[in-house]
């Protein structure tokens, strides 16, 4: 009896060992994933595998001096209160294109890569413009089965890129476990996120619901780089990043030479990000540069079937109701204070409490990062409203 209880104690041994060596890489992802950490935004090591977009040094955004102020000593004061009392990583405002307000924690600067979190998906939407703009997607009322001959055997082929980009293609969501293999995570850690992306079968019609939902946004991946015949990261560096005149950063893949991760994950600096929102309030253009055209920004920004305060990836400030639609499947609400003073305010959200708005009327953007802490409320109109109300018109 002790004889055959060592040999299949051995072989047991054997059997999860040969397991865990042939999945390493999985389990190696899973050890570093660490979803309490309060700043994780930080801790870019938690991506294995990922691709660095080496660009020149940024023109860097100075601050605005005394002089060219144009919020006053009373909203600054408030902005540096609030964003110590939300414990920020990072809090920067930008008023007609000059930065009027700067505020990072200890040990983060301008050079620091933060976590974009959810706000990758608006940057792929807005990197979606390529395919439009370049004439690789005459519509994007198109089929996404076009591209994805994976769905074009069951109901999943009427999904539109429209519907993909509104979050109502109908797909299944799932809910997320930080155990091993659950498949929401599998998005952040996952090896194969092609197989994982077309594994989600769908729910309901699409075009009737609006259901905010990872696999939306990396089923657009695939369909932006089969329909250009381009890598992801070299569509970001030379349709946007580098005419943004934007620094380094990382974009995070499944497995070295696999596909990228555009439900999150994006590694960036915060100034950055103030570049992109001035890039959305000119409806594509900085300076003389019109690097997206006007034409898809405003249809990034207008009001899905589904749900009026959300456009492609972006959230819409208006209508107000004090809250916004997050599930229809499931009735699920965000709690949003307001209204806004102002009727034109959009913002991508992260994790975390993480936003960027942005004021096309007001030429007003606003970054902000801030620690994972468990149910932190944010006050989205209390942050804009302290902002709109600052401005003073200073020249």
């Known amino acids: 009896m002790r004889r055959l209880f060592t040999i299949v104690s051995t072989l047991v041994v054997v ?11 999985y389990w190696r992802n899973w050890l570093a994933w660490d979803m309490v950490d309060p700043n994780r935004a930080v801790d ?25 102020r144009t919020l006053s000593a009373q909203a600054l004061q408030e902005l540096e209160t609030f964003s110590v009392e939300t414990e920020s990583l990072v809090f920067l405002v930008s008023h007609r294109e000059r ?3 700067s505020y990072y924690a200890e040990g983060i600067g301008p050079e620091t890569l933060l976590d974009s979190y959810s706000m990758h998906k608006g940057l792929l939407a807005l990197i979606f413009g390529y395919a439009i703009d370049n004439g690789d997607i005459q519509s994007i009322d198109t ?31 799932l809910d997320y476990s930080s155990l091993p293999h659950n498949a929401v995570l599998d998005f952040f850690i996952g090896r194969d996120l092609r197989k994982l992306t077309f594994s989600f079968p769908l729910d309901f019609a699409p075009g ?8 939306n946004s990396q089923a657009l991946y695939f369909v932006l780089v089969r329909s250009t015949g381009r890598e992801y990261v070299d569509i970001l560096s030379d349709y946007l990043w580098r005419p943004l005149g934007n620094g380094s950063a990382r974009v995070v893949f499944d497995h070295e030479g ?4 555009t439900i999150c994950c994006f590694l960036a600096t915060a100034p950055s990000w103030i570049r992109i929102g001035t890039l959305l309030n000119g409806h594509g253009k900085i300076g003389n540069h019109q690097i997206v055209s006007k034409e898809w920004i405003d249809e990034m920004l207008r009001p899905a079937p589904q749900n009026p305060n959300y456009g492609f990836n972006v959230w819409i400030g208006n209508p107000f109701s004090g809250k916004r639609l997050h599930s229809a499947v499931r009735g699920l609400y965000r709690e949003i204070t307001g209204p806004f003073d102002v009727s034109d305010v959009y913002f991508m959200e992260a994790s975390g409490n993480g936003r960027l708005y942005f004021i096309p009327s007001q030429d007003v953007v606003i970054f902000r990062i801030g620690r994972r802490i468990v ?3 944010w006050d989205d109109g ?7 109300r600052g401005i003073i018109g200073q020249e």
């Open 99 to 101: 930065l009027q307000f």
């Open 208 to 215: 009737t619901l609006f259901e905010f939902n990872h696999v």
């Open 44 to 68: 870019v090591d938690k991506y294995v595998s990922h691709h660095v977009l080496q660009m020149p040094p940024p023109h860097p955004i100075q601050l605005a001096s005394s002089s060219k």
């Open 15 to 25: 059997v999860a060992m040969t397991y865990f060596t042939l999945d390493w890489a």
């Open 143 to 173: 089929p996404a089965s076009r591209y994805l001959p994976e769905w074009q055997h069951d109901g999943r082929q009427e999904i539109t890129i429209r519907e993909l980009l509104n979050n109502e293609s109908g797909l299944k969501r």
């Open 375 to 377: 149910d932190q409320k």
């Open 382 to 388: 209390k942050t804009v409203n302290t902002v709109l």
């Open 258 to 261: 696999g596909a990228a991760r």
